[in-house]
């Protein structure tokens, strides 16, 4: 009977029968019903599908707390539901972001929920899950024995929201994931990956450099690894700048142009690009303490010449306001703008 009140909305009905009879009555919902695969049925589970918070709350503050079914529900709330209520509730409820049922032998070759949030698509059920320590580096083993990592994993929904949500909190790459991610964008950029479109592919990517900083040896290594028929012009060239440590995309949000004209805005320092004075701005507060300021002719920052006359005096770099590096941008612009728009239209022959 609970079961099936699981999909209802009858609440009176619900609670006054949990009132009449102690709400450990809903309690019966756990007896857990485990069909031929692995699959548990309970209120718990049958109200997440029906994605019915009331039942769901009532449920867990009964106090139950089967673990297969608490991570069936959140699996079935990542599924069928566009926001993160029933999943945040079974967090505050006791069901542990890292559950791993595949290593207790009770679920086989299934991804861990971090994984799935990213195959559901609803960006929500990740953060909820990181939100409540959520391991980003935690990698599960297929049943070929491969290693599959939450940041691999996103690339091949081409969710690059996730990727970078990942990133920011903390992904580390491994050396297998910068192998996962050249061939995924390389072979998206050829056409042949139909969940990936060049233009997403050439962003995972440039995100990747930016906020993964992979080891450089093992991202010159992967990029060899790849048939020459596969460089594609735009990512070559962000693989190029990021070996030399110059600037290839946003630094705040990565876009690989600006939002008014192909090339990013330069710092006078040349050392950061950015799409929009926002972004600039937003950066400035952390990039005046490293910033040198505009070179002059002959490649050289204020400080250095200052150094090297041992005369120089005036103001110093980082207390010039983002107002002069945004006007000092065009002349800076170039550098950028060769692995952007350029490269984008698959050219980037600027020397
Ligand atoms: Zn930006
Ligand atoms: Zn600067």
Known sequence: MCIEWAG???????????????????????????????KVTSVLSIASYNDNVEMVKLTLEAGFDNKEAMYLAAQTSMKNSDNSTILRLLLEHGLDPNIDLQVEGLVEGIYNLLMSAAAAGHIDHAIALLDHGANVNKTMVRPDGHVVSPLAFTICFGGH??????????????????????????????????????DVAIQIFATFLHLGKPDSDVVRDKFNLAPPSYHDPTIANITKHYL??????CFVCEAL??????????CPCRNVAYCSKDCQVKHWKEHKVQCTGPLNERGESEAMVKKRSKTGKGVAAGEADVGVAEGAVAEGAGATGKNGKKGKKGRGKKK
């Open 8 to 38: 209802e909305q009858d609440w009176d009905r619900i609670k006054g029968y949990a009132k009449e009879h102690g709400s450990e009555v809903l309690l019966g919902v756990h007896s857990v019903h485990v069909d031929e695969k692995w």
């Open 161 to 198: 929201d996730y990727f970078r949500l990942f990133l920011t909190r903390g992904a580390i790459p491994t050396t297998s994931d910068v192998l996962y991610v050249f061939t995924l964008c390389l072979k998206a950029c050829k056409g042949e990956d139909p969940r990936l479109s060049r």
């Open 244 to 249: 030399q440590g110059r600037p290839f995309c």
């Open 257 to 266: 142009t600006a939002a008014s004209r192909s090339k990013l805005h330069m």
